[in-house]
């Protein structure tokens, strides 16, 4: 790992010479500390703070920033894969570090001062968000007044800013949702994170009142979706131009994948030496055939998921736009993978006996764990694969 500290700045010109290899080395490194500390993690209701300097160390959240402040402009891609690796050990500690890396990565998309405001002043800041559109922004001189109590900020209790979904308001008009960034100090915590899975990423709630944005700290949601912000002007990394909300749902799927995937490492374990009535479980024909084919439907989902967004990154990094067709085959791709990563992990879990309903094991965990991250709406199958059902027609007429 390197030897510079959590927020240090750029390490020199070798900082960016990572590769992607490299990058899923340190993950698997760290896998094995997360399973043990998920535990604990789960218990806090929110990560260790050793493991979040464990990411900034072996900079997996700069995987997605920009080069100009330390970062390395991996492709959405790389992330995907590192989360996957993550979020097998625990699924809330590694969700933490896609969040925050996916956070580098939008605000790499914001007006250029917007960034060097946060990573000018520390090139290791993180950042927390809320993306349901709470938040009120009035127009005043130089920019806006923003209030709004906002919920699911993952991580926040390690972050320095905060990126609030909103409208701005103008009378009776109400324009967006746009995108806000606010200093962490700024707002509130609420401690509302009482949940039944991923407890452990301390996604809590917080209230922002009053507080003064300036006009370039907004990004224009329509340019997100768009993936046209105005930081792919002077970010010259593809992941940049990455459309929000088509291609970012591949997060989410990979993180489900790796809980999924790390529900069959726990249930291998706990079957391997399970007994029932004085029967091994583990030599059962009906053990084997939920082994194989859960572990095939794990593999299918990780490889649709990993084969599309690689190739929509592809189109990215030639300079080409992705069609309509292909952002919403891509979203409905995730989210099938995340459905069908889900099913195995219910067969898992239900295969498991009545003594893995007690909690406390890794393996009702990383169920639990699976069942929050695979309720996230921007990977809801109906949705997701409605809209793309209906493009496909519109395409063939």
Same mark, same amino acid.
């Given at each position: 790992?390197?030897?510079?500290?959590?927020?240090?700045?750029?390490?020199?010109?070798?900082?960016?010479?990572?590769?992607?290899?490299?990058?899923?080395?340190?993950?698997?490194?760290?896998?094995?500390?997360?399973?043990?500390?998920?535990?604990?993690?789960?218990?806090?209701?929110?990560?260790?703070?050793?493991?979040?300097?464990?990411?900034?160390?072996?900079?997996?959240?700069?995987?997605?920033?920009?080069?100009?402040?330390?970062?390395?402009?991996?492709?959405?891609?790389?992330?995907?894969?590192?989360?996957?690796?993550?979020?097998?050990?625990?699924?809330?500690?590694?969700?933490?570090?896609?969040?925050?890396?996916?956070?580098?990565?939008?605000?790499?998309?914001?007006?250029?001062?917007?960034?060097?405001?946060?990573?000018?002043?520390?090139?290791?800041?993180?950042?927390?968000?809320?993306?349901?559109?709470?938040?009120?922004?009035?127009?005043?001189?130089?920019?806006?007044?923003?209030?709004? /109590?906002?919920?699911? +900020?993952?991580? !926040? @209790?390690?972050?320095?800013?905060?990126?609030?979904? %909103?409208?701005?308001? *103008? #009378?009776?008009?109400?324009?967006?949702?746009?995108?806000?960034?606010? /200093?962490?100090?700024? +707002?509130?915590? !609420? @401690?509302?994170?009482?949940?039944?899975?991923?407890? %452990?990423?301390?996604? *809590? #709630?917080?209230?922002?009142?009053?507080?003064?944005?300036?006009?370039?700290?907004?990004?224009?949601?329509?340019?997100?979706?768009?993936?046209?912000?105005?930081?792919?002007?002077?970010?010259?990394?593809?992941?940049?131009?990455?459309?929000?909300?088509?291609?970012?749902?591949?997060?989410?799927?990979?993180?489900?994948?790796?809980?999924?995937?790390?529900?069959?490492?726990?249930?291998?374990?706990?079957?391997?030496?399970?007994?029932?009535?004085?029967?091994?479980?583990?030599?059962?024909?009906?053990?084997?055939?939920?082994?194989?084919?859960?572990?095939?439907?794990?593999?299918?989902?990780?490889?649709?998921?990993?084969?599309?967004?690689?190739?929509?990154?592809?189109?990215?990094?030639?300079?080409?736009?992705?069609?309509?067709?292909?952002?919403?085959?891509?979203?409905?791709?995730?989210?099938?993978?995340?459905?069908?990563?889900?099913?195995?992990?219910?067969?898992?879990?239900?295969?498991?006996?009545?003594?893995?309903?007690?909690?406390?094991?890794?393996?009702?965990?990383?169920?639990?764990?699976?069942?929050?991250?695979?309720?996230?709406?921007?990977?809801?199958?109906?949705?997701?694969?409605?809209?793309?059902?209906?493009?496909?027609?519109?395409?063939?007429?």
């Amino acid at each position: 790992m390197p030897d510079a500290g959590p927020d240090a700045g750029p390490a020199g010109p070798d900082r960016t010479a990572l590769t992607a290899e490299e990058f899923y080395a340190r993950a698997d490194t760290l896998a094995p500390m997360l399973r043990d500390r998920a535990a604990a993690a789960e218990a806090a209701r929110c990560v260790p703070v050793e493991t979040v300097d464990a990411f900034k160390a072996a900079d997996l959240i700069r995987i997605t920033q920009p080069a100009r402040f330390g970062g390395h402009e991996m492709g959405w891609d790389v992330l995907c894969e590192v989360a996957c690796r993550l979020t097998r050990g625990d699924g809330a500690q590694g969700w933490i570090q896609a969040i925050m890396s996916d956070h580098a990565q939008m605000l790499g998309t914001f007006p250029l001062q917007a960034q060097e405001d946060v990573w000018g002043e520390n090139p290791g800041a993180v950042m927390s968000a809320a993306f349901d559109p709470k938040g009120i922004a009035i127009p005043a001189e130089g920019g806006y007044r923003f209030s709004g /109590r906002f919920g699911f +900020a993952s991580g !926040i @209790d390690h972050a320095d800013w905060l990126i609030c979904a %909103g409208f701005i308001v *103008k #009378g009776d008009s109400r324009d967006g949702p746009h995108f806000f960034m606010v /200093r962490r100090r700024d +707002a509130e915590i !609420i @401690d509302d994170w009482h949940t039944i899975g991923l407890e %452990g990423t301390g996604s *809590k #709630g917080f209230e922002v009142d009053d507080v003064f944005v300036p006009e370039y700290a907004v990004l224009d949601g329509a340019l997100a979706r768009a993936g046209n912000g105005p930081g792919a002007q002077v970010n010259p990394g593809a992941v940049y131009r990455l459309p929000r909300g088509f291609l970012t749902p591949a997060i989410f799927a990979a993180m489900t994948i790796g809980m999924a995937q790390g529900l069959l490492d726990a249930w291998l374990a706990y079957t391997a030496t399970r007994m029932s009535r004085g029967v091994k479980v583990g030599d059962s024909p009906a053990s084997h055939m939920v082994a194989g084919q859960c572990a095939a439907e794990i593999d299918a989902a990780e490889a649709l998921n990993r084969s599309t967004i690689r190739g929509a990154m592809a189109v990215l990094e030639a300079g080409n736009a992705l069609t309509e067709i292909e952002l919403l085959g891509a979203k409905r791709n995730s989210a099938w993978a995340c459905r069908t990563a889900l099913e195995a992990g219910a067969r898992l879990f239900t295969a498991a006996g009545g003594h893995a309903i007690y909690k406390g094991g890794p393996v009702e965990r990383q169920y639990r764990n699976l069942l929050a991250s695979a309720a996230h709406h921007i990977v809801n199958w109906e949705v997701s694969a409605l809209d793309s059902g209906a493009a496909i027609i519109r395409e063939a007429g």
